[in-house]
């Protein structure tokens, strides 16, 4: 039987898994355009992951990763995070959310989910446990997660948690569907 533990890291590599999963197969420009008015792309996703993780898995919890963000400097802008610069690779971003990974998993290895942490960017309410930070996380990735599938489907079609798992009919008529939806929304209208 799995811990608490164990059952939170794996709903939490699914939900890597599939951040990952959503930039494959396409090309640097689709992995990387803005497709909503605020500019959320997929890569941007995963690196702003990888950045997020390496501080609440290490820093939180007096494991710092060593690793230079500089989108995380005092003058860099806040959104920094949220897109690669053109100098910025598709593999590097997988590379640092892998990395992110295997920092994590000591952190996970080492603690147990009640050990105190400390999130510098929270102020006054910063002290969390480990299964707090798991929850936060969890929630944190499928969220990126849901933004991601959206914007992957607007690209190519590809829906899903995986390649082997669409999660959903593929027999089913979609358009009719979406027919049926577009019309009930026009008659809501008036």
């Keep these: 039987m ?8 794996e709903y939490l590599q699914t939900a890597r898994d599939a951040m990952v999963w959503k930039v494959e197969g396409l090309s640097e420009y689709d992995a990387r355009r ?24 290490g820093d939180t ?3 710092p990763s060593g690793i230079e963000l500089p989108w995380h400097s005092d003058d860099a802008d806040p959104n920094d995070d949220l897109y690669l610069t053109a100098d910025e690779t598709r593999e590097g971003v997988l590379d640092l959310y892998r990395t992110a990974w295997a920092h994590a998993a000591v952190t996970f290895a080492e603690t147990g989910l009640d ?4 999130v510098p ?3 006054d309410r910063g002290e969390v446990t480990l299964h707090q930070i798991l929850v936060h ?5 499928y969220r990126q997660a849901g933004h991601a599938d959206i914007v992957r489907e ?3 079609g590809a829906a899903g948690r995986s390649p082997s798992d669409a999660n959903m009919d593929e027999a089913y008529d979609w358009p009719a569907h979406v027919a049926r939806v577009e019309a009930a929304a026009r008659a809501s209208a008036g």
Excluded: C
């Design 121 to 123: 960017w929270w102020g």
């Design 115 to 118: 050990t105190v942490g400390r």
């Design 2 to 9: 799995q811990t608490p533990k164990d059952t939170l890291v």
């Design 137 to 141: 996380m969890v929630s944190e990735t």
């Design 154 to 156: 607007s690209i190519d």
């Design 61 to 63: 919890f007096g494991r």
């Design 34 to 57: 803005p497709m909503t008015p605020t500019g959320t792309n997929l890569l941007g996703l995963v690196k702003h992951l990888a950045s997020v993780e390496l501080g609440y898995f």
